[in-house]
């Protein structure tokens, strides 16, 4: 499948592994933001640096001022210790490119580079470099500092090793789950592991709030609601003879319903409040609401898919087949401005099965030529269709 010419996707498949061998956390985005740079001032696209404080806001002008296409790519990386083995693997310890965004962001200025060419587009085209997507806060800062303003309509993907290199996955409705987070503190009287009789033991109180915790969703929830609450650390205790008088549990709520939403923030506070009355204990929650769930109107995925149906064929372009409970930020933006998130096929025929996330995550560089002909496409597409409004 060439859908670039060889020139430029060496030059896509370099960036990304110069990113990748340079990762960067949230809001410290500042080297990859200075290459991105680098790439758009060698295509002459005027830019700007520091926005939202890391972010890059690329502007691609159009003979029509009216509505801009966005397309947008997130730019940071994880706190995870790399083993790949990669020969471009990560030269920051503890710090990775577990997620792909190093392919988003070479895909998109892959795209730049396309626009660039046109002699003409239908409309302007903004592109998004955003930063802090893993902290859920990226986006909703790049709208505070205008990234939206004369936005027409916004377009973004995500690389998937769930799907394979060469396709296109085109969902209408919930793509991407809301992602909450909590917080629950335990206090009680620790003491001697021989004389319990003589304490509240954390450790019981918190042990009994994982368990009860698991039933909300199995036991309150309509299973045809995709919901999941996961309690991901556990701290608690000194010593193995010390009965623990103060512990901490952390953990995330993932809904696709905003009532669903709503009961499980409920039940969870409900759980909190009674399992401390039970055993006598202080335990307090802070829940604090992440990402909205992503949603991709049908007339905005009925877009998208006809433009990737242009670039990967018909036969290429499919649908979810199960809830994703993966929280995205770029829901911020659809809640002000009409688009569509997609995902790009990205496991190639020999990959081994790691998942995002893991220590062991990369891709097949074969899907940075799908992303960036898709963006270009989109951005082309879209424009007309905003530039037939205007008119």
């Known amino acids: 499948m060439d859908l670039l010419d060889q020139a430029l996707f060496a030059q896509i498949v370099e960036i990304r592994r110069e990113l990748h061998r340079h990762p960067e956390l949230s809001w410290k985005e500042t080297r990859t933001a200075s290459r991105i740079c680098e790439f758009l001032d060698d295509l002459g696209i005027a830019h700007r640096k520091d926005v939202a404080g890391t972010g890059v806001l690329a502007e691609i002008p159009a003979a029509n001022e009216g509505p801009a296409i966005a397309l947008r790519a997130d730019i940071d990386a994880l706190p995870i210790h790399e083993e790949t083995g990669l020969p471009f693997a990560s030269q920051v310890d503890g710090v990775m490119h577990a997620c792909g965004h190093d392919g988003h962001a070479s895909m998109l200025l892959g795209a730049a580079a396309l626009l660039a060419r046109e002699p003409q587009l239908p409309a302007p085209v903004r592109l998004i470099f955003q930063p802090a997507e893993e902290v859920g806060r990226g986006a909703p800062a790049m709208i505070e500092a205008g990234g939206l303003d004369g936005v027409g309509m916004i377009f973004g993907g995500h690389l998937d090793r769930h799907f394979p290199t060469g396709t296109v996955i085109v969902t209408d409705g919930p793509v991407n789950a809301a992602s909450d987070q909590f917080s629950i503190e335990i206090r009680g009287s620790g003491g001697h592991a021989a004389r319990p009789h003589e304490t509240i033991d954390a450790v019981v109180v918190g042990s009994l709030l994982v368990m009860a915790i698991q039933t909300i969703v199995s036991r309150e929830v309509n299973p045809a609601h995709p919901s999941v609450i996961s309690v991901g650390r556990f701290d608690a205790g000194t010593a193995g003879n010390v009965i623990a008088g103060h512990a901490r549990l952390q953990g995330t709520i993932r809904t696709q319903d905003p009532e ?116 270009c496409a989109i951005a082309k597409e879209a424009g007309r269709v905003v530039a037939a409004k205007a008119d």
């Open 260 to 375: 669903v939403r709503e009961h499980l923030h409920r039940s969870l506070r409900r759980i909190v409040e009674s399992v401390g009355q039970l055993h006598g204990a202080e335990v307090t929650i802070d829940l604090v609401e992440g990402v909205p769930v992503l949603v991709n109107s049908g007339e905005m995925a009925t877009l998208a898919r006809q433009v990737a149906a242009q670039i990967v064929g018909e036969n290429n372009v499919r649908m979810l087949d199960t809830a994703n409970m993966g929280g995205e930020d770029f829901s911020w933006y659809l809640e002000q401005v009409p688009g569509c998130y997609v995902r790009f096929g990205a496991r190639g025929d020999q990959m081994e099965g790691y998942p995002s996330h893991s220590s062991r995550f990369d891709f097949d560089e074969a899907a940075l030529a799908v992303g960036a002909s898709y963006y």
